[in-house]
T-cell receptor, first 117, second 116 residues
Framework: GESVGLHLPTLSVQEGDNSIINCAYS??????FIWYKQESGKGPQFIID?????DKRQGQRVTVLLNKTVKHLSLQIAATQPGDSAVYFC????????????????FGSGTRLQVQP | NAGVTQTPKFQVLKTGQSMTLQCAQD?????MSWYRQDPGMGLRLIHY???????DQGEVPNGYNVSRSTTEDFPLRLLSAAPSQTSVYFC???????????????FGPGTRLTVL
């Protein structure tokens, strides 16, 4: 079936540098693409989403870019801090598996971001 | 607000045993769901509910049952535990079942389940 995946399982950056986490998707029918952050021992936490008809959306220290031509999504974190160390998941808002007209989130496998002091 | 709470935090079962994972939210969210997370993988949807009395299957529903008698609670029942159900289980809720309200899921802290 179609899925959402990530290029890099682990990304290591220096504190203060910018981080870029990438994600490839295959389902062109998704309405939204979403980024979640999961710290060790905790549940995922919503970061930012982008509608499929947009190319860029900015939040606080984060920017999400969507390239529909190559089906690529990225999360940019400015001035990365130790508190940004976590696993980052991209997800798609798509139809539920049983196609009942309801929605479901399909998650990628995650990228671990390690911030070096 | 406590947000989304889950109990227990850890559980060990023997093959064939049954148990219920509890989930509650105090944000008056209509939508609630259960995911499982296996090592090196993302989250996979087990079951979800768009409101009290309404449930539906997700991607991996086999071996699990749910019910939604109140807005606040959404328990997940393992009927006959199998080693393949060893995983971390997350409950989540959101303000809506579509659009931007659905994108922002609020997750609980998880239940780590081991089936021997």
């Amino acid at each position: 079936g179609e899925s959402v995946g990530l290029h890099l399982p682990t990304l290591s950056v220096q504190e203060g540098d910018n981080s870029i986490i990438n994600c490839a998707y295959s389902n062109s029918a998704s309405d939204y693409f979403i980024w979640y952050k999961q710290e060790s021992g905790k549940g995922p936490q919503f970061i930012i989403d982008i509608r499929s008809n947009m190319d860029k959306r900015q939040g606080q220290r984060v920017t999400v870019l969507l390239n529909k031509t190559v089906k690529h999504l990225s999360l940019q974190i400015a001035a990365t801090q130790p508190g940004d160390s976590a696993v980052y998941f991209c997800a798609e808002n798509t139809r539920s598996p049983r196609d009942t007209g309801r929605r479901a989130l399909t998650f990628g496998s995650g990228t671990r971001l390690q911030v070096q002091p | 607000n406590a947000g989304v709470t889950q109990t227990p935090k850890f559980q060990v079962l023997k093959t064939g045993q049954s148990m219920t994972l509890q989930c509650a939210q105090d944000m008056n969210h209509e939508y609630m769901s259960w995911y499982r997370q296996d090592p090196g993988m993302g989250l996979r949807l087990i079951h979800y509910s768009v409101g009290a009395g309404i449930t539906d299957q997700g991607e991996v529903p086999n071996g699990y049952n749910v019910s939604r008698s109140t807005t606040e609670d959404f328990p997940l029942r393992l009927l006959s535990a199998a080693p393949s159900q060893t995983s971390v289980y997350f409950c989540a809720s959101s303000y809506g079942a579509s659009g931007r309200k659905y994108n922002e899921q609020f997750f609980g802290p998880g239940t780590r389940l081991t089936v021997l």
